[in-house]
């Protein structure tokens, strides 16, 4: 009876917090549920890549007018090379009744979040904050410069964290999977989420009461 | 990690939607996590009734002094007598980690509401609409004019049911019960329910950078 169509989830969190493991996880173990948002992108396909699984490639020009036509729902630049979220995967997902997942970092998931105020914004972290700086500096590099910048990203993080829906503490890859798995279940049954069912209850009573 | 604090939860929904029947299974299957609010009450004590179980019994004069000094979450008068919910209570089980459930009706569930904004507002209601009509026409009295009451009251409660957090539907009673265990489990993942965790957070790397 809850709502069927699926939820469109923005997902940031702390460097280490280990959200695209926790992602991989759920894709791979709730698989009818989930689908991963696949970008568009105008860098080259590296060997092994697949259109429409990878990314799908795209011309500078095509991108350009995906833009324009606001066929993305978010886009950025980098090194060059445009990547975004066509709109028009991400529909067909949420229309299937699939929850589809974006992984995006904060300034991102706000634009999302402005344009698109059904998504559902989730942020994850390490259990605590001192796991967290143990994490920021055990995190590949060792380089003191890199460390205090991951440092100062995620202080900076920490500033909109309030504006999401709900932080994921991540201790446990499983149990982390089932907790936002749950949240998506619990959300289909928010009143936000049903004015139709809301509807159907005022005229089925309306409509009796008119037959009085 | 998420809030250990129990949450206020204030249960509404249409009469014959089967708030009590779930209320009670809650009670029954998760005694650690729920407790049911006990009123206090100027009526006198029936047989078999307890004191700080069934209600807490108290004179008119201890009553409207309790109504001066802001003591209750909620009260009304009904047919000659005062019922209302002590706060002490309330808060006593909260602290305790026990979420508090409220059973009252929509015009209570709104002041409720915007006294004490971290609320959760549950609405019940039976599977359909056409489910409802059924359940309104069959309970207990056959008298028309009764059966017109309560739909007439039935239609008044869709008017607010957007202004609830969920609609529970309760087609089966153990699932119900499951499904408000499970939306409690969630809201306390909420970004707007764990401001101390965030501000841990904020602070573990404010504290950080300061030593870099």
Known sequence: MASDKGILIVLSGFSGSGKGTVVK???AKYPQDFALSVSATTRSPREGEEEGVSYFF???EQFEQMIAQGELLEYAEYVGNYYGTPLS???????AGQNVILEIETQGAMKVKAEHPDTLLLFMTPPDAGELIRRLKNRGTEDDATITARMKQAAEETRVMDAYDYIVVNDDV???AQKILSIIQCEKSSAKRNPELIEKFRLGLQDILKGE
Chains 1, 2 share one sequence.
């Open 25 to 27: 996880h759920l894709l």
């Open 58 to 60: 795209r011309s500078r």
């Open 89 to 95: 995967y991400v529909r067909e997902k949420l229309a």
């Open 174 to 176: 499983d149990a982390c």
